[in-house]
T-cell receptor, first 112, second 113 residues
C-alpha cells in the first residue's frame, strides 16, 4: 500500500517555465510534508516543507500548495532553470513517528 | 560543520559475503535513520536508532539485516550473506531531536555481483 502517491514520474519543462509536481496522501495523521531534491549520486536534500495548518508556503521560486480536504499537495517551481534538473520527492510524516514516507519521485529536466 | 557522513560511498560484494555500511551523524545529532532506495524508487524507511538503542526497526527485513549505533563511533548497517536483491543505495539521515528535520548523507551504493 503506497501511502504517498506522486506524479508525474518524469517532467520536461522549458527554461523559464513553471514546473508542477503533485502528491496525494492517505493517512490523515500525517502532519508534516517535506519536499526533497536529489541530484545524481547525492543524498536527498530538504528543499521546503509545510504543515497542514497553512495552505501555501513560498520560499524563493519554490511554493508548496496544500489542500487538506483533498489530501493533496503540490510543488511549484517558478522560472525553472537548468540547475533545477533533479529528482524531486514529496514525503509525509507524523509528529511523534520517526519515519518519513516518500513518494516514488519525479525526474525533472529543464531544457536550456 | 560537516554534514552526515557515510562510507564507503561504493561497495561491491559477491553473493554470500557481508556488507558493512557506516554512518556518522551531524555534530550534535543523536538520532540516526537508515533508508534504502531501489532504482527508480523512493526511499524506504528501514530503522531508527538512538545511542545504544534501536527505537523502530519496522522497515528492516527480518533476516540478514542488523543495525547498531554504539555509544562511541558511527552507526553500522550490516547485511549478512548478501543477495543480488540487496543491490541498492543505502542512505543514512540524522536529526537532533525525535521528529525533527532529518538531514541525509550522500549514501552508500551497494552492488552485489
Amino acid at each position: 500500500q503506497q501511502q504517498v502517491k506522486q506524479s508525474p514520474q518524469s517532467l520536461i519543462v522549458q527554461k523559464g517555465g513553471i514546473s508542477i509536481i503533485n502528491c496525494a496522501y492517505e493517512n490523515t495523521a500525517f502532519d508534516y510534508f517535506p519536499w526533497y531534491q536529489q541530484f545524481p549520486g547525492k543524498g536527498p536534500a530538504l528543499l521546503i516543507a509545510i504543515r497542514p495548518d497553512v495552505s501555501e508556503k513560498k520560499e524563493g521560486r519554490f511554493t508548496i500548495s496544500f489542500n487538506k480536504s483533498a489530501k493533496q499537495f503540490s510543488l511549484h517551481i517558478m522560472d525553472s532553470q537548468p540547475g533545477d534538473s533533479a529528482t524531486y520527492f514529496c514525503a509525509a510524516s507524523n509528529l511523534g513517528d520517526d519515519k518519513i514516507i516518500f513518494g516514488k519521485g519525479t525526474r525533472l529536466h529543464i531544457l536550456p | 560543520n560537516a554534514g552526515v557522513m557515510q562510507n564507503p560511498r561504493h561497495l561491491v560484494r559477491r553473493r554470500g559475503q557481508e556488507a558493512r555500511l557506516r554512518c556518522s551523524p551531524m555534530k550534535g545529532h543523536s538520532h540516526v535513520y537508515w533508508y534504502r532506495q531501489l532504482p527508480e524508487e523512493g526511499l524506504k524507511f528501514m530503522v531508527y536508532l538512538q545511542k545504544e538503542n534501536i527505537i523502530d526497526e519496522s522497515g528492516m527485513p527480518k533476516e540478514r539485516f542488523s543495525a547498531e549505533f554504539p555509544k562511541e563511533g558511527p552507526s553500522i548497517l550490516r547485511i549478512q550473506q548478501v543477495v543480488r536483491g540487496d543491490s541498492a543505495a543505502y542512505f543514512c539521515a540524522s536529526s537532533r531531536l525525535d521528529g525533527d528535520t532529518q538531514y541525509f548523507g550522500p549514501g552508500t551504493r551497494l552492488t552485489v555481483l
